[in-house]
């Protein structure tokens, strides 16, 4: 009598592939664009623009140009200035627009409109006022005093300062709605229980505001800082980087030596600001783990 002897692989049933549902074939076809769109337009320009500035020599001649220092000092006080201010003042505008009242919501209907409305045409409607000869500023000041008014954008410190409030003023409503969103997740009953009690208004945003909006407040204030070392319209729509290129910022650089037809000092302009943007997003990606 013969045994016949199976293996357990063998003896075990065939594994049967399920069928792929229609639902995951619409997904990687949607997937798809996607990619396509990321490797076109953000993983091979950025690559192209890291080999042309591969180059030692690209950064000495960068180092070399005095415009590079200028334009370096000019970021640092573009970034710290405007980012600063400008997330104090939102802390100060989220406590104002977070009050039930109904003209304060009409309010924050216009408030709400520079962010919302084109960069491009805005800027370029304030460049407008502030020209010398025909602007609305000069032309008002004339009417009323008879007397020239100043030549804005010819002054490096002014035009600078310009460009840090057109800044300020183009996203100033996005970081107010953001903290308003973090004060209303804090619950109204401390509130209350600190009015019985016979709080402040200061004592109020010492001992409950802030300690519940701390966190919020940083996290936005790094993310500022991100966005605004990478803001080029509100320089170069505003000043063009004039005059004698002595508002240029980091972000702007690149059009000047693209316009001088040295592109491998334009990618060399772009990749020392990583030593800059990458320690503020490794900061942020760190808050947001916790």
């Given at each position: 009598?013969?045994?016949?002897?199976?293996?357990?692989?063998?003896?075990?049933?065939?594994?049967?592939?399920?069928?792929?549902?229609?639902?995951?074939?619409?997904?990687?076809?949607?997937?798809?664009?996607?990619?396509?769109?990321?490797?076109?337009?953000?993983?091979?320009?950025?690559?192209?623009?890291?080999?042309?500035?591969?180059?030692?020599?690209?950064?000495?001649?960068?180092?070399?140009?005095?415009?590079?220092?200028?334009?370096?000092?000019?970021?640092?006080?573009?970034?710290?200035?405007?980012?600063?201010?400008?997330?104090?003042?939102?802390?100060?505008?989220?406590?104002?627009?977070?009050?039930?009242?109904?003209?304060?919501?009409?309010?924050s209907v216009?408030?709400?409109?520079?962010?919302?409305?084109?960069?491009?045409?805005?800027?370029?409607?304030?460049?407008?006022?502030?020209?010398?000869?025909?602007?609305?500023?000069?032309?008002?000041?004339?009417?009323?005093?008879?007397?020239?008014?100043?030549?804005?954008?010819n002054d490096?410190?002014?035009?600078?300062?310009?460009?840090?409030?057109?800044?300020?003023?183009?996203?100033?409503?996005?970081?107010?709605?953001?903290?308003?969103?973090?004060?209303?997740?804090?619950?109204?009953?401390?509130?209350?229980?600190?009015?019985?009690?016979?709080?402040?208004?200061?004592?109020?945003?010492?001992?409950?505001?802030?300690?519940?909006?701390?966190?919020?407040?940083?996290?936005?204030?790094?993310?500022?800082?991100?966005?605004?070392?990478?803001?080029f319209n509100?320089?170069?729509?505003?000043?063009?980087?004039?005059?004698?290129?002595?508002?240029?910022?980091?972000?702007?650089?690149?059009?000047?030596?693209?316009?001088?037809?040295?592109?491998?000092?334009?990618?060399?302009?772009?990749?020392?600001?990583?030593?800059?943007?990458?320690?503020?997003?490794?900061?942020?990606?760190?808050?947001?783990?916790?």
């Open positions: 009598m013969s045994h016949v002897l199976t293996s357990p692989a063998s003896a075990a049933a065939p594994r049967v592939r399920k069928p792929v549902s229609t639902w995951v074939w619409w997904g990687r076809a949607l997937v798809v664009p996607y990619l396509l769109v990321f490797l076109v337009f953000v993983l091979y320009p950025v690559g192209y623009g890291l080999w042309l500035a591969r180059h030692p020599q690209s950064y000495a001649k960068l180092f070399d140009d005095p415009i590079f220092f200028r334009t370096a000092v000019n970021t640092v006080i573009f970034v710290v200035v405007a980012v600063n201010l400008k997330m104090m003042i939102a802390l100060g505008l989220s406590g104002f627009f977070v009050q039930q009242r109904w003209w304060i919501r009409a309010l216009l408030f709400i409109l520079p962010w919302a409305v084109p960069s491009i045409p805005t800027i370029l409607s304030v460049r407008f006022m502030l020209n010398p000869e025909w602007g609305v500023i000069n032309s008002t000041i004339f009417r009323l005093t008879g007397l020239d008014g100043p030549n804005w954008l490096p410190t002014l035009a600078l300062s310009f460009s840090m409030l057109m800044h300020i003023w183009k996203s100033l409503p996005f970081w107010t709605l953001i903290l308003i969103a973090g004060r209303l997740a804090i619950p109204s009953e401390q509130y209350e229980a600190a009015s019985v009690d016979g709080a402040t208004r200061w004592q109020k945003f010492r001992f409950i505001t802030w300690p519940s909006m701390r966190g919020l407040y940083f996290t936005s204030t790094i993310l500022s800082m991100i966005w605004t070392l990478g803001d509100s320089v170069y729509l505003l000043t063009g980087g004039g005059p004698a290129d002595l508002t240029h910022v980091l972000a702007t650089l690149g059009i000047r030596y693209l316009r001088l037809d040295q592109v491998d000092l334009a990618m060399a302009s772009i990749v020392v600001a990583l030593p800059l943007v990458l320690p503020l997003v490794y900061v942020m990606m760190k808050r947001l783990s916790k």
